[in-house]
């Protein structure tokens, strides 16, 4: 069974930086694709990055493209997402969530597996 555990998060101003982690446990980290989605109030989660421990492929929404960098660590087995230039609606809930089919793409129905989340707050 696949564990997840964030974290990181926390309130940064406008423009600031932020970087969130996500370790994970109970199966081979190479055969997983680690993703952030997030949520706001109201709104459904999205996708906002996600990368292959295979292959290294990654995938960005266009929001947070040229912001957030995504990368992994297999000696930690742990996933990284630094979040550069935040904006006041990057403030979400922010989940971690892994499928262990290795595929860096955006459907959440192939992820089976959740973190817990973290609260990610913009604001002066």
């Known amino acids: 069974e696949v564990q997840l555990v964030e974290s990181g998060g926390g309130l940064a101003h406008p423009g600031g930086s932020l970087r969130l982690s996500c370790a994970a446990s109970?199966?081979?980290?190479?055969?997983?694709?680690i993703a952030w989605y997030r949520q706001a109030p109201g709104k459904e989660r999205e996708e906002v990055s996600i990368?292959?421990?295979?292959?290294?492929?990654?995938y960005y929404a266009d929001s947070v493209k040229g912001r957030f960098i995504i990368s992994s660590d297999n000696t930690q087995k742990t996933v990284h997402l630094e979040m550069n230039a935040l904006k006041p609606e990057d403030t979400a809930v922010y989940y971690c969530a892994a499928n262990v089919y290795a595929l860096a793409v955006a459907d959440i129905g192939l992820y089976d597996h959740w973190g817990q989340g973290t609260q990610v707050t913009v604001s002066e």
């Open positions: 109970g199966f081979r980290f190479d055969r997983l694709a």
């Open positions: 990368i292959s421990n295979r292959d290294g492929s990654t």
